[in-house]
C-alpha cells in the first residue's frame, strides 16, 4: 500500500497510473472509525484507483483546543487501511504542501448553504472545508469523492466545489454505534458512560422524525430542549428543520418539501451533530 506525503512522490504515482481511471477519493482528518472504512470499502469496489487523504485541516478549526485534542492515529490508521483496502493510496500531507502560502483560506459563495447551523456556530469552518476540498481535488484529480451524510451541511457545500471541478460527490449514509450515536473521531475523547448517555442525539432524531406534521415546530425543539436539559455535561446548542435541499430554515410546515432536523450538542468539551431526514 503506498503512502504518499511529497508532491513529487504523488505526480510520478499518478503518471504511472494514469491508464487507470476511474480514480476515486475519501477525504479524512484520520482517527478512522468504521464511517470512514465504509466509504474506503465503497471507493475500493467503485473504482480502478483509489486515494484515501489523512489531513488534519487547521483552518476548518475555529477552536484552537478542538484543534490541539483532535486524535491523531496515523500508525494505526495505515495499518487499518491496509487491512480494508490494501490497494489503495494513502496521501499525507504536510501542512505546507497543501498551503503552500500559508494558512490562507479562499472566499466562496455558498448560496446561503453556510447560513444556520454549522456556519453560525463555527464560523471560517466552510471556507477552511472548502479550501483544502478543492485543494485535494486539483492535487489528486479523483473521478469521484465521497462523504458521509453525518456532516450533512459540510456535504452540501462539497457538492458545489465537487460541480465546479467536475467531482463526482457520493454521498454515503450516516453510520452508528450500536446505540445509535453517529460515529465520530470525537467519540474516541468520550467516557464509556457518557458514550452511552450521547445515544440520546439519535433518540430525539427518531422522536421527532415520528412527531413531525403531528405537533407545532416549537414542541419539536422542546423535545431536543427536555432530553438534553437532565444530562450532566450536556448541553443543546442548536436544534434546527430544514429544507433538505437548501438548509433554510423551516418556519412553517410544508409536506410536499423534504425536511431534515439536525443537532449539536456539547458533551462536557466534545462537541458532537447528528441530522435524519424527516421527510
Not at 437548501?246 to 468539551?269: C, G, M, N, Q
Request: glycine share 6%.
Amino acid at each position: 500500500m503506498p503512502v504518499i506525503q511529497t508532491l513529487s512522490e504523488l505526480e510520478e504515482f499518478k503518471k504511472s497510473h494514469s491508464d487507470q481511471r476511474p480514480w476515486g477519493l475519501v477525504p479524512t482528518m484520520g482517527a478512522l472509525h468504521q464511517g470512514h472504512l465504509s466509504l474506503i470499502e465503497k471507493a475500493a469496489k467503485e473504482n480502478a484507483l483509489n486515494f484515501v487523504s489523512i489531513f488534519v485541516n487547521p483552518t476548518q478549526f475555529n477552536n484552537t483546543n478542538d484543534l490541539q485534542s483532535y486524535p491523531q492515529t496515523l500508525a494505526s490508521d495505515l495499518d487499518t487501511i491496509q487491512n480494508v483496502a490494501p490497494k489503495a493510496c494513502v496521501f499525507v500531507p504536510s501542512v505546507e504542501l497543501m498551503y503552500p502560502k500559508g494558512l490562507q483560506v479562499r472566499s466562496y459563495n455558498f448560496l446561503g448553504l453556510d447560513n444556520g447551523m454549522e456556519g453560525l456556530y463555527r464560523p471560517g469552518h466552510f471556507e477552511g472545508v472548502a479550501t483544502v476540498v478543492e485543494r485535494l481535488f486539483k492535487l489528486l484529480s479523483p473521478s469521484i469523492a465521497y462523504f458521509g451524510e453525518k456532516d450533512f451541511q459540510q456535504l452540501k457545500i462539497v457538492e458545489l466545489i465537487g460541480a465546479k471541478m467536475q467531482v463526482d460527490i457520493q454521498a454515503c449514509p450516516i453510520v452508528r454505534e450500536e446505540n445509535g450515536l453517529a460515529m465520530s473521531s470525537r467519540n474516541q475523547r468520550l467516557t464509556a458512560t457518557q458514550k452511552e448517555q450521547a445515544a440520546v442525539l439519535y433518540h430525539i432524531l427518531k422522536k421527532v422524525k415520528a412527531a413531525y406534521g403531528k405537533i407545532s415546530l416549537e414542541e419539536l425543539h422542546q423535545i431536543a430542549v427536555q432530553a438534553i436539559t437532565p444530562l450532566p455535561g450536556f448541553s443543546l446548542e442548536y436544534f434546527e428543520i430544514a429544507d433538505n435541499q437548501t438548509l433554510k430554515k423551516v418556519e412553517d410546515y410544508d409536506i410536499s418539501a423534504e425536511s431534515r432536523a439536525f443537532i449539536s450538542v456539547w458533551v462536557d468539551d466534545v462537541r458532537l451533530i447528528d441530522n435524519m431526514l424527516l421527510i
